[in-house]
């Protein structure tokens, strides 16, 4: 008579995981359920990976525990970037004020701590605005739309004449590009 031994490896039991993510940003992918990895793609050995991705990805690794080994795949579903939208360059004269405003999302926050899809502002020089908007998804994006201020015309109507009853004069004023 003989006799053998079988030795019964356990089977590995692969998972991994991974989140949704914005495009463009890092994806880390952990596997789980043996004792060594192999991704397919990219042909890393480590339980953990990342990866920058700016589209859907789908990501399978081979789980190995022994002679055994299980499979497991998980898809990052990657998310657009917002196209924002602000509003255009505009040009007011000092004093005045515009309303700016921004599309493209679902919160907006202008550099100047404001957290309004509008904005109206009264700069005194030249200023460049920045929106910053998230998404549903907490994708961000961000645009800049300057406000040119140009300054008060220096209006000057000429010096005071002295006329006689019925007689006329020429007057001259300065200062600007139209006058009334």
């Known amino acids: 008579s003989a006799s053998v031994t079988v030795m019964i490896s ?5 998972t991994v995981s991974g989140a949704a993510i ?8 952990t596997a789980s ?3 060594n990895y192999s991704w397919i793609s990219g042909g890393q050995t480590t339980s953990v990976i990342s990866s920058t991705l ?3 990805s789908t990501f399978t690794v081979i789980v190995s525990m022994g002679i055994c ?6 898809t990052v579903l990657v998310n657009p970037i917002p196209i924002v939208t602000a509003w255009s ?20 926050l202008w550099n100047n701590g404001v957290n309004t899809q509008t904005l109206t502002v009264s700069p005194l020089v030249t200023t460049i605005y920045c929106v910053t908007v998230t998404d549903t998804n907490g994708c961000i994006n961000s645009d800049t739309v300057s406000v040119f201020v140009n300054p008060l015309p220096n209006a000057d109507a000429g010096q005071d004449i002295q006329i006689c009853l019925g007689d006329s004069a020429a007057l001259e004023a300065s200062g600007g590009k139209t006058y009334a």
């Open 10 to 14: 356990p089977l590995p039991a692969a």
């Open 22 to 29: 914005c495009s463009g940003q890092n994806a880390t992918l």
């Open 33 to 35: 359920g043996g004792v």
């Open 54 to 56: 700016t589209s859907t």
């Open 69 to 74: 080994s299980d499979t497991a795949t998980a």
């Open 89 to 108: 360059d505009t040009i007011i004269t000092i004093g005045n004020s515009t309303t700016l405003a921004s599309s493209g999302g679902v919160s907006y």
